[in-house]
T-cell receptor, first 114, second 115 residues
Framework: AQKVTQAQTEISVVEKEDVTLDCVYE???????LFWYKQPPSGELVFLIR??????QNEISGRYSWNFQKSTSSFNFTITASQVVDSAVYFC???????????FGEGTQLTVNP | DAGVIQSPRHEVTEMGQEVTLRCKPI?????LFWYRQTMMRGLELLIY????????DSGMPEDRFSAKMPNASFSTLKIQPSEPRDSAVYFC?????????????FGDGTRLSIL
């Protein structure tokens, strides 16, 4: 069975601080995919990134970066120089190679204060 | 390009009434998913379709819930009869999933309140 754990329920930072959101996953498959989604206060779910289990290269997109480590089953998300507009709930999710079913973590509420 | 379109955005109804939620996936996507989001249970997959065929409905709570996808551009999720515990935000998502697990793109959701 697959499982995603986001141990940080809420994080509060001041603008311009760097912040890392943790994600730990469990799966028995050797082929799987990891995702991050953002849910701003308006409620929609916005896709941020997809990673497959064979690609452990870290990825950077502007102020966002992702650190995938299979050895620790983690896929952490860092926002550099946070901004108020980054305030949202962030979800980590996993799907196994055998299907499209997404299993979501509980989400981390990030609040960036001015 | 238009994203996933859900209607209505908000629905308030009394318990016992039939509720129908609608979804139009992104054109060209061949997989469609219905999720429910609540404070207690987070985001849960209810059912998903591939090429209009239901593949996994193990998340559907009970027989009061049903979903259909009569064609590639339309799906419905129906609750009959509705109960207060069905109150939640219901999301529809679609993806193009022929080769590998492509990202799912979500609609804005339907906020359902059963009184």
């Amino acid at each position: 069975a697959q499982k995603v754990t986001q141990a940080q329920t809420e994080i509060s930072v001041v603008e311009k601080e760097d912040v890392t959101l943790d994600c730990v996953y469990e799966t028995r498959d050797t082929t799987y995919y990891l995702f991050w989604y953002k849910q701003p206060p308006s409620g929609e779910l916005v896709f941020l990134i997809r990673r497959n289990s064979f690609d452990e290269q870290n990825e950077i997109s502007g102020r966002y970066s992702w650190n995938f480590q299979k050895s620790t089953s983690s896929f952490n998300f860092t926002i550099t120089a946070s901004q108020v507009v980054d305030s949202a709930v962030y979800f980590c999710a996993l799907s196994e190679g055998s299907g499209s079913r997404l299993t979501f973590g509980e989400g981390t509420q990030l609040t960036v204060n001015p | 390009d238009a994203g996933v379109i859900q209607s209505p955005r908000h629905e308030v109804t009394e318990m016992g009434q039939e509720v129908t939620l609608r979804c139009k996936p992104i054109s060209g996507h061949n997989s469609l998913f219905w999720y429910r989001q609540t404070m207690m249970r987070g985001l849960e997959l209810l059912i998903y379709f591939n090429n209009n065929v239901p593949i996994d409905d193990s998340g559907m709570p009970e027989d009061r819930f049903s979903a259909k996808m009569p064609n590639a551009s339309f799906s419905t999720l129906k609750i009959q009869p509705s109960e207060p515990r069905d109150s939640a935000v219901y999301f529809c998502a679609s993806s193009f999933d022929r080769v590998s697990n492509q990202p799912q793109h979500f609609g804005d959701g339907t906020r359902l309140s059963i009184l």
